[in-house]
C-alpha cells in the first residue's frame, strides 16, 4: 500500500528496526548503530590499595541502585502507560483479513498531512478508537513465538463471554502474519487481531513484556495495565473494574 495510504509507513522511520519485539535482541551491527564503550585499562598490579578497591565497589553499588531507580521511575515500559490517560490512537490490519501488509496507523491527528488513525475503518480493520466508543476495552498483546502470551489470551477467551458489554482485541507484534493467523484458528479466538507490522504500536503502548494487557473505561480512559502473566481469577476482577 502506499505511504499515503491509511497505514503506508511512517515518513523517516524503518519500520523492520524501528521496535525489536518482547524478548527480541535489538540489532547492534547495522549502520549507525553505537558500540558499547572499551572497559577501563587495568591499572599495574598490586597498584590498587584497599581503600580504592572500597571507592570502586561503592560507586558500582551507586550505579546500580541509579540503575534500578531509573527502571521504575522513568521508564514507561516498567508500569505501562499512566493511568486515566486515554488509548493512544491506531488502526492496523487484522491478520487474517484480504487487506494488504502495511504498517499501523499512529497519526494521534492530521499534523504534517497524515490520516488520523481514529479515521481509518471498515472491514477488515482493527480502530481501537471504535471500539472505546462502544464500551470498555481489554487489549492484549502478542508475539507468534511466545506460549505463554498466546496462554493468556487464552484465559482471555474463557473469561470473555461473561462481558458481553467489553470490547476484546488483540495485537500481534511483528513476526509472521500467516503464522498468527494459524494461531488464531488453532486456538479458536473470536477476537480480532491486528497486526503491528513495525512495532510502532506496541512502542505507543510501552509493552516491555509478554503477555501484557491493558484496560480502559469506555471512551478509552486507562483503568489498568497487566506486566505478565493473570489467572483467570486476577484477570476477571480487572475486567469487572472497567464495567461498572
Known amino acids: ?10 515518513p523517516g522511520v524503518d519500520p523492520p528496526e524501528s521496535a525489536p519485539a518482547p524478548g527480541e535482541e535489538p540489532a547492534v551491527d547495522r549502520p549507525g548503530a553505537v558500540e558499547p564503550p572499551p572497559p577501563p585499562p587495568r591499572p599495574p598490579q598490586g597498584a590498587v590499595s584497599a581503600v580504592t578497591w572500597m571507592l570502586g565497589v561503592l560507586v558500582i553499588v551507586a550505579m546500580a541502585y541509579i540503575g534500578l531507580n531509573s527502571l521504575r521511575t522513568e521508564g514507561p515500559g516498567s508500569r505501562g502507560l499512566k493511568v486515566n490517560s486515554i488509548l493512544p490512537a491506531f488502526a492496523a490490519p ?10 499501523a496507523n499512529i497519526a494521534a ?3 504534517g498531512g497524515r490520516r488520523p488513525a481514529c479515521t481509518v475503518r471498515g472491514e477488515g480493520i482493527l480502530n481501537i478508537c471504535e471500539l472505546a466508543e462502544r464500551g470498555p476495552v481489554v487489549l492484549a498483546f502478542t508475539v507468534d513465538k511466545s506460549d505463554r502470551c498466546q496462554e493468556q489470551v487464552d484465559v482471555i477467551e474463557r473469561v470473555r463471554p461473561r462481558f458481553p458489554g467489553v470490547q476484546f482485541a488483540i495485537v500481534a507484534i511483528r513476526g509472521s502474519r500467516e503464522q498468527m493467523t494459524k494461531i488464531k484458528r488453532e486456538h479458536k479466538w473470536s477476537q480480532p487481531i491486528g ?9 505507543a503502548y510501552a509493552v516491555a513484556v509478554c503477555p501484557s494487557v491493558t484496560f480502559a473505561r469506555e471512551g478509552g480512559q486507562i483503568a489498568s495495565t497487566s506486566l505478565g502473566f493473570m489467572e483467570e481469577a486476577e484477570l476477571t476482577r480487572a475486567i469487572g473494574e472497567i464495567s461498572r
Open 1 to 10: 500500500m502506499s505511504p499515503d495510504g491509511p497505514f503506508g509507513r511512517r
Open 195 to 203: 497486526w503491528d507490522q513495525d512495532g510502532a504500536v506496541a512502542n
Open 109 to 111: 491527528d492530521s499534523s
Open 94 to 103: 487484522q491478520v487474517d483479513s484480504k487487506l494488504p501488509d502495511a504498517d
